[in-house]
T-cell receptor
Framework: EAQVTQNPRYLITVTGKKLTVTCSQN?????MSWYRQDPGLGLRQIYY???????DKGDVPEGYKVSRKEKRNFPLILESPSPNQTSLYFC??????????????FGQGTRLTVV | DQQVKQNSPSLSVQEGRISILNCDYT??????FLWYKKYPAEGPTFLIS?????DKNEDGRFTVFLNKSAKHLSLHIVPSQPGDSAVYFC???????????FGKGTRLSVIA
């Protein structure tokens, strides 16, 4: 079954304690992205990657890091989480297709609370 | 600056009637548009798309209309069903460039 898998689904942590949210896709997609969803703000892109070892900042990259060492994995790293990073996070993957970007597939989401 | 705008945060429609969700964009380089549906506690799922070479795409009860000159697209759901109650996100891309840019979403409530 084609899917994007995020872990964990729920996480409560304390300010300053480093954490990693993992994301893995089994569709051999080139593009992967991280988004955060906040009330009234919709889905905002944090970072994206267009291929292995290629990453770029999205709209709200501050406080986050990513890496793309393998095609299937795209972990999101919060080196020193702060309460304003409390949010619902989604990982997505897609392929560029033939001259157009095809639809992105999303993971189930990770609800992060930083206290 | 928001490149994709959904100006209605919420919409209520009676079951069986038409739901019309609107989306405006500012970037004239966008040439591919998608609608996603999101239920609580789930990730967004793809619903329907349209490329800039078309002005209409239909899939069952869902139709997307694109007006390039107005930089406007809309999603029509006919007839609306209670199971359509969800948040709908409009998204756009510049094909071959960056991944999707999303609007803030519209929460649709279909009342039985």
């Amino acid at each position: 079954e084609a899917q994007v898998t995020q872990n964990p689904r729920y996480l409560i942590t304390v300010t300053g304690k480093k954490l990693t949210v993992t994301c893995s896709q089994n569709m051999n997609h080139e593009y992967m992205s991280w988004y955060r969803q906040d009330p009234g703000l919709g889905l905002r892109q944090i970072y994206y990657s267009m291929n292995v070892e290629v990453t770029d900042k999205g709209d709200v990259p501050e406080g986050y890091k990513v890496s793309r060492k393998e095609k299937r994995n795209f972990p999101l790293i919060l080196e020193s989480p702060s309460p304003n990073q409390t949010s619902l996070y989604f990982c997505a993957s897609s392929d560029p297709g033939q001259g157009a970007i095809t639809e992105a597939f999303f993971g189930q989401g990770t609800r992060l609370t930083v206290v | 600056d928001q490149q994709v705008k959904q100006n209605s945060p919420s919409l209520s429609v009676q079951e069986g009637r038409i739901s019309i969700l609107n989306c405006d964009y500012t970037n004239s380089m966008f040439d591919y548009f998608l609608w996603y549906k999101k239920y609580p506690a789930e990730g967004p799922t793809f619903l329907i798309s349209i490329s800039s070479i078309k002005d209409k795409n239909e899939d069952g009860r869902f139709t997307v209309f694109l007006n390039k000159s107005a930089k406007h697209l809309s999603l029509h759901i006919v007839p609306s069903q209670p199971g359509d109650s969800a948040v709908y996100f409009c998204a756009a891309s510049n094909s071959g460039n960056t991944p999707l840019v999303f609007g803030k979403g519209t929460r649709l409530s279909v009342i039985a």
